[in-house]
């Protein structure tokens, strides 16, 4: 019965992975054959008008005709008037959202964004980036955080601002920003490292089936799917996680030096109201309450770029995901 168990484990496990292969394939077919027809490129869109709009709509819905014609006048004259306000005098607050996956892969854009931004913005200017990340590969969300230190090169001040989520790879990245501002419900840190796989050694060897590895160098190959794993190959890796986790550590506390990092870095990971008094975030709040209180003192864009991805690089992306999630090769979880 034992035997049976352990069998059909083995044997639901190479299902989950060859299924989820499959899946990937299909839904990004499925995406590629149906194109897309919005706009490539870069797009900029003023959200003080956006609210003001907004904000209209239901004004003109509550108001008597008299009250709603006088303050119609009143804010014609009040836009002209801003319209009129030199570039010099007004401060310009540049939103950029990122909503991240295992693999990063929304940086793509994340960097067309800030070259574009940085392009044109000052030190009395501020960049916000709304931020959704829970984490993933490490030389991606690596590639993340570089591409917000951009902004801060530029002397341009950076704050992050995260609704939901900002862990592991997630924080690195917003441990970047001049200020972080999450939500009191917001999961913030797990700054810590994972490495996992499946080893089908024993599935493969009861079968009679030999696996075969030549490498070149004592260390080019350590853990294995399908090899037998050693003590010592545990412990290489082990040592490597451990010098991902102190870079990690280390850029964290470049950023945050007053944060007591070694109490957080144990790969736990806290709400936004616990994560303040912790130091890893600076205030508590949400995008919504940050945006529309800076619309009121300064021209607010939000800039977005959408680049056109072939369907190699989507079937690329799509595998590279698959794998990223069943855990090969370290990871900020």
């Known amino acids: 019965m034992t035997e049976f168990l352990f069998d059909f484990a083995l044997f639901f496990l190479k299902a989950l992975t060859i299924v989820g292969a499959i899946i990937a394939v299909v839904v990004t077919i499925i995406s590629a ?23 209209d709509s239901i004004r003109q819905a509550v108001m008597s005709k008299s009250e709603w014609s006088e303050y119609a006048k009143a804010e014609k004259k009040a836009i002209k008037k801003e319209a009129k306000a030199t570039t010099e005098s007004v401060q310009r607050v540049y939103v950029l ?58 002397q341009i001040p950076l704050t992050v601002i995260v609704d939901k989520v900002a862990a592991s790879g997630g924080y690195l990245m917003a441990s970047v920003a001049n200020r972080i501002v999450a ?6 840190g797990s700054i810590g490292v994972l490495a996992q796989l499946p080893n089908f050694s024993r599935f493969l060897e009861e079968r009679g089936i030999d696996f075969e590895q030549i490498t070149a160098g004592k260390y080019k190959r350590t853990l294995t799917m399908f090899g037998k794993n050693t003590d010592a190959d545990r412990e290489k890796t082990r040592q490597d996680l451990e010098e991902v986790h102190l870079l990690f550590k280390n850029a964290v506390t470049q950023h945050r030096p007053a944060l007591d990092i070694e109490s957080v870095a144990t790969g736990e990971y806290w709400y936004g109201t616990r994560a303040k008094d912790l130091g890893l975030i600076d205030e508590v709040g949400s995008s919504d309450d940050y945006l529309m209180s800076r619309a009121g003192e300064a021209r607010i864009y939000a800039i977005s770029y959408k680049g056109k991805e072939s369907f190699l690089h989507k079937l690329q992306g799509a595998f590279a995901a698959f794998a990223a999630s069943i855990g090969l090769g370290p990871r900020l979880p």
């Open 183 to 188: 939500a009191p419900f917001a999961i913030i």
């Open 97 to 154: 959202n990122f909503k991240g996956d295992m693999r990063a892969s929304a940086v793509e854009s994340l960097r067309e964004e800030i070259s574009a931004v940085i392009a044109v913005a000052t030190p009395q200017d501020e960049v916000v980036v709304c931020l959704e990340n829970a984490g993933g590969v490490v030389h991606d969300h690596g590639l993340g955080a570089s591409q917000l230190q951009r902004i801060k090169n530029q």
């Open 33 to 55: 054959s149906r194109g897309d027809s919005s706009q490539h490129g870069l797009k900029v869109e003023k959200l003080n008008d956006k609210y003001r709009d907004m904000a």
